[in-house]
């Protein structure tokens, strides 16, 4: 690496210029495009030189107040473009081309398909034009798109359209303006050929606002469901915090070449095809939730984010943990609230858990970046969210209501700080928000040892933190957080439900009065995002009585997990064989049964080891599996059947449950790798009118060796070659199998006619799938290190942010056993000696080596 610079939080200035607005003017063609970028300017600061941010872009014309600029007057290096001496208001115009379609990176104006596109958060638009590409300048944006009538029928930017230009025989043009300022990194262009599909919204004070989806031709069926979840979405936000959608004009383009879910550009999402085209026959039941929360996310961000956005980049939990918790919070209403709470925990320890324990652990306001694209992380987001919902457990509905009313009418149309937003927080409650503030600055997963006793009648809790030393060579302190407890008494009934305020390194609670000790119910609905140490817990018990159905589902799999290490030591774990059965008999919701009959996953349980080895846990897992397939196999196959109804692809609740646990049974009884779940997998992929339960179908059939695989699988890539979206399925199916040989067949994947390297949704189901396939990635042979290391030095070439996503599965290194530590260590040192190694892998890569 030549230059790494390392951009600090304390080093941050404001900028020492205002665009006030901004005038584009982009000529699309097959070969270049042209930009023209003409700009008001103002200086706020006593400075002599404006500094504008440039990536790879050629320079065509510069003029300043309509006077071309010698070469005299301006400096160009790497990343800018210097204007020397400006005066204390100008006009600024600066012509430049790009080669869209040479973008490899998909980032700033680059092409997907036959369709132009934009991607610019966080340092995109630089690539397209020189501009002070930073989110503290705000400023009003006109854009006229000129492009081939033929080709490009479809022209959209940011804001409304203003003019339609007609008039130049085989080209067009549109002329978009949007009123709101905004960051460029908020930009957006589209041109091609779409379908769309239209409808339209009346805000709460009567505005019609037109909604448009653009998609792929013969697409456009496939959008509907996109479509009522922003209806949903839309009108959700004016219910839940009193925001209305503030343009005419709302639209979406999806593409297939996406680095990420989706972009907020205002007026103008552009998102992953993944997250916009879903049917029965091509989307799972997982699918159509994704979709629902990803369009709601997006939405969200128009009031949390581009209303109010942020004052830099270290910000960025201000916009992305908010509107999390919003989408959530959306999701939750809109579905069942239970399954949707275990769900977000669930995937807040499989991702950012682990990687808060990692050495790419940051706290969710980090200090420093070398990319920030690196940034986009878990714990930005997902921890980011829980750090809001705090907030809210703490204040209430109607305070929490009152503080965000407050949030938005003092910082609208603001770039801010986190500090700004804990400052309208703190206007309507008592706690102590200074303390609360370290979840902003502190990172790592705060860990809490329960002890309890009882005495004459009081029974009391002992909570300390385990605070680590250092982290990253800072001291650590305690953190501040709601914890929701409940008591129990012998029969199961409550005695008691009480918010804790934890705050203290050791604290004890007493509780008075009490005829036994009672049972503790500790971190209901997971009110903070911390790990409990409780030893003695009677989970059967709690499996039993908790009314708390996330508590309840704690302990099923608090109780799973600890059977599975005592198989690994070869104790006997009868006890929680028989716990399950009874789980089985459960009168519940369906969705939610399907939960607590999951066994714990290996990244849950390899969390729970000093010294992380995968082979033990697999056997453990398989084993336990196994021996609850046999035990529980008539009961089991009766759930089947009760449930299995081949020809609904109904998306109701009652529908969705009855899949989910249908398939949750299959996939238990394919621990018996039998004749009969052969034949019932096999039958399921015939029969069945849903993509749901084929990929389960798929699942199971993968693991054997016979015929009925084979054809599966054959009929599977036939069927849909020619959609991308469910080939994305096919190849994470089979880089997640367990068969031997695996690295092999991986490796012949990559020239199957369908695959493309380019494409990051490809590359992430195969690749990225058999990088979290840990029996193969982490093999004590090396290869599958080798593998996944030469794929990253080769994609970092053409595409960086996907490379050092990737190079994320090496992450676990420090805490891997000996063998493979060093496997992996020679792996790593090849992978950052590359001749020209990007910022982004090598930030992630070294970090990991440190
Ligand atoms: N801001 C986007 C979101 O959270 C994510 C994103 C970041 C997309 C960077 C592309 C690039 O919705
Ligand atoms: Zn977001």
Same mark, same amino acid.
């Given at each position: 690496?030549s230059?790494?610079?390392?951009?600090?939080?304390?080093d941050?200035k404001?900028?020492?210029?205002n @665009?006030?607005s901004?005038n584009l003017t982009?000529?699309?063609?097959?070969?270049e495009t042209?930009?023209?970028?003409?700009m008001?300017i103002?200086?706020l600061d006593?400075v002599?030189?404006?500094v504008?941010?440039a990536?790879?872009?050629?320079?065509?014309?510069?003029?300043?107040?309509?006077?071309?600029?010698g070469s005299d007057?301006y400096?160009?290096?790497?990343e800018?473009l210097? +204007?020397l001496n400006?005066?204390?208001?100008?006009?600024l115009?600066i $012509?430049?081309k790009?080669y869209p379609q040479?973008?490899?990176?998909?980032e700033?104006?680059?092409?997907s398909g036959?369709?132009?596109?934009?991607?610019?958060?966080?340092?995109g638009?630089? &690539?397209?034009?020189?501009y002070l590409?930073?989110?503290d300048?705000?400023?009003?944006?006109?854009?006229?798109?000129?492009?081939d009538?033929e080709?490009?029928p479809?022209?959209?930017s940011?804001?409304?359209?203003?003019h339609?230009?007609?008039?130049?025989?085989t080209?067009?043009?549109?002329t978009?303006?949007?009123?709101h300022?905004?960051?460029?990194?908020?930009?957006a262009?589209?041109?091609g050929?779409?379908?769309?599909?239209?409808?339209s919204?009346?805000?709460?004070?009567?505005?019609?606002?037109e909604?448009?989806?653009y998609?792929d031709k013969?697409?456009s069926?496939?959008?509907?469901?996109?479509?009522a979840s922003?209806?949903n979405?839309?009108?959700w936000?004016?219910?839940?915090?009193? &925001?209305e959608y503030?343009l005419d004009?709302?639209?979406?383009?999806a593409v297939?070449?996406?680095n990420?879910?989706?972009m907020?550009n205002?007026?103008?999402? +552009?998102?992953?095809?993944?997250?916009?085209l879903?049917d029965?026959d091509t989307a799972?039941?997982?699918?159509?939730m994704?979709?629902e929360?990803?369009?709601a996310?997006?939405y969200?961000?128009?009031?949390t984010?581009?209303?109010?956005?942020c004052?830099?980049w270290?910000q !960025?939990t !201000?916009?992305?943990?908010l509107?999390v918790?919003?989408?959530?919070s959306f999701s939750?209403?809109?579905?069942s609230?239970?399954?949707?709470r275990i769900?977000?925990v669930k995937a807040?320890?499989?991702?950012q858990?682990?990687?808060?324990?990692s050495?790419?652990?940051?706290?969710?306001?980090?200090?420093?970046?070398i990319?920030?694209?690196n940034?986009?992380?878990?714990?930005v987001?997902e921890k980011?969210?829980?750090v809001?919902r705090?907030i809210?457990?703490?204040?209430?509905d109607?305070n929490?209501?009152?503080?965000?009313?407050l949030y938005?009418e003092?910082?609208?149309?603001?770039a801010v700080?986190?500090?700004?937003f804990?400052?309208? #927080?703190k206007q309507n409650?008592?706690?102590d !928000?200074e303390?609360?503030?370290l979840?902003?600055?502190?990172s790592g997963?705060?860990?809490?040892?329960?002890?309890?006793?009882?005495?004459?009648?009081?029974?009391? !809790?002992t909570?300390a933190?385990?605070?680590?030393?250092?982290v990253g060579?800072?001291?650590?302190?305690?953190?501040?957080?709601p914890?929701?407890i409940?008591?129990?008494?012998?029969d199961?009934?409550?005695?008691?439900?009480?918010?804790? @305020?934890?705050?203290?390194?050791?604290?004890?609670? $007493?509780?008075d009065?009490?005829?036994?000790?009672p049972?503790?119910?500790i971190n209901?609905?997971?009110?903070?995002p911390?790990i409990?140490d409780?030893?003695?817990?009677?989970?059967?018990?709690l499996?039993k009585?908790d009314?708390n159905?996330?508590?309840?589902?704690?302990?099923?799999?608090e109780?799973a997990?600890?059977? #599975?290490?005592?198989?690994?030591d070869?104790?006997d774990i009868?006890?929680f064989?028989d716990?399950?059965?009874?789980?089985?008999?459960?009168?519940l919701?369906l969705?939610?049964k399907?939960?607590?009959?999951e066994?714990?996953?290996i990244?849950?349980?390899?969390q729970?080891q000093?010294?992380v080895d995968?082979?033990?846990?697999?056997?453990a897992?398989?084993?336990?599996?196994?021996m609850i397939?046999?035990?529980y196999?008539?009961?089991l196959?009766e759930l089947?059947?009760?449930?299995?109804?081949?020809?609904?692809?109904?998306?109701?609740s009652?529908?969705i449950?009855r899949?989910?646990?249908k398939n949750?049974?299959l996939?238990?009884l394919g621990?018996?790798k039998?004749?009969?779940?052969?034949t019932?997998a096999?039958?399921?992929y015939d029969?069945?009118?849903?993509?749901t339960?084929?990929v389960?179908?798929?699942?199971?059939?993968?693991?054997?060796?016979?015929?009925?695989?084979?054809e599966?699988?054959e009929?599977?890539?036939?069927k849909?070659?020619n959609?991308?979206?469910?080939?994305n399925?096919?190849?994470a199916?089979?880089?997640?199998?367990s068969?031997?040989?695996?690295?092999?067949?991986?490796?012949?994947?990559?020239?199957?006619?369908v695959?493309d390297?380019?494409v990051?949704?490809?590359?992430r189901?195969?690749?990225?799938?058999?990088? &979290?396939?840990?029996?193969?990635?982490?093999?004590?042979?090396g290869?599958?290190?080798?593998f996944?290391?030469?794929?990253i030095i080769?994609?970092?070439k053409?595409?960086p942010? #996907?490379?050092s996503?990737?190079?994320?599965?090496f992450? +676990?290194?420090?805490?891997?056993?000996?063998?493979n530590?060093n496997? #992996?260590e020679i792996t790593?040192k090849?992978?950052?000696?590359?001749?020209?190694?990007?910022k982004?892998?090598?930030?992630?890569?070294?970090? +990991?080596?440190?």
């Amino acid at each position: 690496m030549s230059e790494v610079k390392e951009i600090f939080l304390k080093d941050y200035k404001e900028p020492d210029f205002n @665009i006030e607005s901004v005038n584009l003017t982009f000529e699309l063609f097959e070969d270049e495009t042209d930009v023209t970028n003409i700009m008001k300017i103002e200086k706020l600061d006593n400075v002599s030189d404006l500094v504008l941010d440039a990536g790879e872009l050629e320079l065509k014309e510069i003029v300043l107040d309509g006077e071309v600029l010698g070469s005299d007057r301006y400096i160009t290096s790497e990343e800018t473009l210097t +204007i020397l001496n400006v005066p204390q208001n100008f006009i600024l115009e600066i $012509r430049n081309k790009i080669y869209p379609q040479n973008n490899t990176e998909l980032e700033g104006l680059y092409k997907s398909g036959a369709i132009f596109c934009t991607q610019n958060e966080p340092e995109g638009f630089r &690539r397209i034009t020189p501009y002070l590409d930073r989110p503290d300048v705000m400023s009003v944006f006109t854009t006229t798109v000129i492009a081939d009538k033929e080709k490009y029928p479809i022209l959209l930017s940011n804001g409304n359209k203003i003019h339609c230009h007609e008039s130049f025989d085989t080209r067009h043009g549109v002329t978009w303006h949007d009123p709101h300022p905004k960051p460029s990194y908020l930009f957006a262009l589209v041109a091609g050929d779409l379908d769309f599909i239209t409808d339209s919204f009346t805000t709460a004070s009567g505005n019609e606002v037109e909604l448009n989806i653009y998609v792929d031709k013969g697409n456009s069926q496939k959008a509907t469901h996109a479509m009522a979840s922003l209806i949903n979405a839309m009108k959700w936000d004016e219910e839940k915090y009193g &925001r209305e959608y503030d343009l005419d004009i709302y639209n979406i383009v999806a593409v297939d070449s996406f680095n990420m879910g989706a972009m907020e550009n205002k007026g103008l999402n +552009i998102f992953n095809s993944a997250y916009v085209l879903a049917d029965a026959d091509t989307a799972t039941d997982a699918n159509f939730m994704g979709i629902e929360s990803v369009i709601a996310h997006e939405y969200f961000h128009n009031w949390t984010g581009n209303r109010i956005t942020c004052k830099n980049w270290f910000q !960025l939990t !201000l916009k992305e943990g908010l509107t999390v918790f919003r989408d959530q919070s959306f999701s939750a209403d809109l579905n069942s609230k239970e399954v949707q709470r275990i769900d977000d925990v669930k995937a807040l320890r499989e991702r950012q858990f682990v990687e808060d324990a990692s050495p790419t652990a940051h706290p969710i306001q980090p200090k420093s970046y070398i990319s920030m694209n690196n940034f986009y992380t878990a714990t930005v987001y997902e921890k980011g969210a829980e750090v809001i919902r705090m907030i809210h457990t703490m204040l209430g509905d109607e305070n929490y209501r009152k503080a965000t009313d407050l949030y938005f009418e003092s910082f609208d149309g603001q770039a801010v700080t986190t500090d700004d937003f804990l400052w309208a #927080m703190k206007q309507n409650g008592e706690f102590d !928000l200074e303390h609360f503030k370290l979840w902003y600055d502190q990172s790592g997963t705060p860990t809490l040892q329960v002890t309890e006793s009882f005495e004459n009648g009081t029974y009391a !809790l002992t909570l300390a933190q385990k605070i680590p030393n250092k982290v990253g060579g800072e001291t650590q302190k305690a953190m501040y957080f709601p914890l929701k407890i409940a008591l129990l008494d012998k029969d199961g009934n409550e005695i008691l439900e009480k918010m804790l @305020i934890i705050s203290k390194e050791s604290e004890t609670f $007493r509780f008075d009065d009490l005829v036994a000790k009672p049972t503790l119910s500790i971190n209901r609905d997971f009110s903070a995002p911390i790990i409990i140490d409780h030893q003695g817990v009677d989970y059967p018990f709690l499996m039993k009585h908790d009314q708390n159905s996330f508590t309840r589902y704690e302990a099923a799999q608090e109780f799973a997990g600890q059977s #599975m290490f005592k198989l690994i030591d070869g104790e006997d774990i009868s006890e929680f064989v028989d716990a399950y059965g009874y789980l089985l008999d459960l009168e519940l919701d369906l969705s939610y049964k399907a939960l607590l009959l999951e066994l714990p996953s290996i990244t849950t349980l390899m969390q729970k080891q000093e010294v992380v080895d995968f082979e033990p846990l697999y056997e453990a897992k398989e084993k336990l599996s196994m021996m609850i397939a046999q035990r529980y196999e008539t009961k089991l196959l009766e759930l089947y059947t009760q449930n299995n109804e081949p020809n609904n692809s109904e998306l109701d609740s009652l529908s969705i449950g009855r899949r989910a646990l249908k398939n949750r049974v299959l996939t238990l009884l394919g621990a018996l790798k039998s004749e009969k779940v052969l034949t019932l997998a096999k039958e399921q992929y015939d029969n069945t009118v849903t993509m749901t339960d084929k990929v389960v179908a798929l699942d199971v059939l993968e693991m054997f060796e016979e015929s009925e695989r084979v054809e599966a699988f054959e009929d599977f890539y036939n069927k849909y070659k020619n959609n991308t979206l469910v080939m994305n399925k096919y190849f994470a199916l089979l880089a997640a199998s367990s068969r031997d040989g695996l690295l092999q067949r991986v490796q012949d994947l990559q020239s199957d006619a369908v695959y493309d390297e380019k494409v990051p949704n490809l590359v992430r189901s195969l690749i990225g799938v058999f990088a &979290r396939n840990y029996k193969y990635f982490h093999k004590k042979d090396g290869s599958g290190y080798d593998f996944v290391a030469n794929k990253i030095i080769e994609i970092d070439k053409f595409n960086p942010q #996907m490379a050092s996503g990737l190079a994320g599965a090496f992450k +676990i290194y420090p805490k891997m056993n000996e063998k493979n530590k060093n496997l #992996m260590e020679i792996t790593l040192k090849c992978v950052i000696s590359t001749q020209g190694l990007s910022k982004n892998t090598f930030e992630i890569v070294n970090k +990991i080596l440190k």
